[in-house]
């Protein structure tokens, strides 16, 4: 690896979840965020010092529906923090904030972003929180009921949220069916918590009500990962006038073992906001691993040793088997670096059409 | 990065110490263990899948002087294991065993790693056992007392051990002050614990009482590794007149502030044992990356902001230039992965001349 294809140098704060096994990441129903063992592995991969700060110790991906291990405390979190800065070791330039266990949890990780931010206050842009605000996927929460509002009171503080669109529908309390009711999530988004930027991570379009042409590429079961930027060189400006949505569709579902990669690529015209850029960037390289790792699945399923399932109960052998299969989907990243820093597929992405927007929005 | 420069396909289960800051290793009288982070990404940056189980979360490595986070309990340690055991997910490779923080953790530790040897004994050579005995440096303990006896009861099944002089000492019960007490106490660890590969990981050969021919090349200050290995093609030998030790003497001391690089790549006759050639692998490869760590520390310290130091108290003045030097000296592994892979500098092992060894023992 020659330093060319690595980032600029970086030192990150990440967080997040951390399993013992292996890697994970991806849309699944069960466990839709990316934990700190693959971001923190991806990041360093590119070149990105990354501290990471785990907020739960589990076994496995929660994916296998069992797991064991412990989840940290409000207080650990906060006093983790405390160590960094009691050695001053909190020259971040980028925090990014995943999975939290619980409300105090979410207010504990609020308050170290705060703290970060107020410690770069000397110097404009040094310093840029992305935060993921894990809450639930496929119309579900699956974290409690009092960490929405705790998230919604931090999310205010960031630079950039990385909501899956169950998460944008419970932020912006509109449910997204259609292009303009995602429109208008993203609209209030931006309006309701003055976040500048918003990559809303997995929207499925060709389940829409409506079927603008936008979607007649867009093959079923895809994602599309939909952006919005406020257009602004001074202060927030949250309006929807000033944001500049952009769409790019990828698949990125081979974790589940029911899934399948599906992604076609989209060859639109560009986008070339940086945060679009970034984003298809982001979805070429886990295009390339999750076809690698596809291919390792695929190959290890075949290789499966079966003997003794059918002495087995039918529960037990349906169970045997979904453990089999989640361990198969593990991304294989190690072995494929050279698929995340040169991926072998374009995606671009493309700007969101005004006549898709609402009313008023335009 | 090509998958020319990875090593085999290896799945390694790593337990051992987490810190949130950044990554270190190497000889310190305040931590002489390699923790989970940077022996994660080590191996993860070869090729490796790993799976870190980690025995600590603290904010920065004890160098520091100071840190805050939470050890692990026994029960923590083993309901992980017992996390990966239900979901199948134990057909490992390699498992490397670290620090532990309590004798009851090392037993647990102990117990993962029997059980692993048990589930795979059908496939004789399909698992190997690295085992770190951390327990002290410099002539000190700073684990308590009994974690001694607990580490002298599982040694006897791990098959590799990596003790540094202190820890070699104390297994061996022989004070390491000459070549010939350095070889009693190899025979004695072989003889005592049944292990077939010892690694002393650091001994200060210009400090012995003797001074044998292969002493005159030895700088101050650098560390000699020692190796030996029993020769047995069938069941463990374990007598000294079996074993093939070797030296290979570098530098690793750039990790506590005040050290400094002094490595003389040692070009003797090359020895050619499997764990002999791995240790000069592993010496060059550390030895090409704490160089770049000490440029990089150094150009760090020239452009620290002392501002405000005047200000303070002698100690406080002192506290403050620590913990800038051990923050300066976190080895920069994410930026010189290629210097991991492909080092500037030529290790050689040595054989161990049959005059050194004790009476005996030839």
Redesign the interface.
Known sequence: ???VS?VP?TRVLAIAS?V???VKCGHDPHISYVGN?MAT?VM??L????????TV????HTG?R?????R?TAE?IT??????C????TDFDVMLSGYAPSAAAVEAVGAIGMDLQRKAEKNPGSFFWVLDPVMGDQGRLYVSNDVVPAYKTIIHHADLILPNQFEAETLSGIKITSLSTLAEAITAIHATYNVPHIIITSVDLSRFTQSPSSQTTTPPDSLTVIGSTTRSDGPRVSSASTSQPWTATSAAQVTSPDDKVLGVPRRGQGHGSPSARATVQVLASMHSVLEKTMEARDAELRAADTRGDETLSEEERLK?EH??K??AAEVRL??N??YL?EPTVVFQAQEWRKEDLPAGSQ
């Open positions: 690896m020659s330093t690595l140098e951390h013992s096994h292996f063992k592995l360093q991969l070149g990105c010092d990354v501290a990471a700060l785990n110790h589990f076994s496995n296998y069992q797991f064991k291990g412990t940290a650990q006093e983790l923090y405390e160590g960094l009691q050695s001053h070791l045997r453990l089999r989640s361990k190690v072995r670096v050279q820093r």
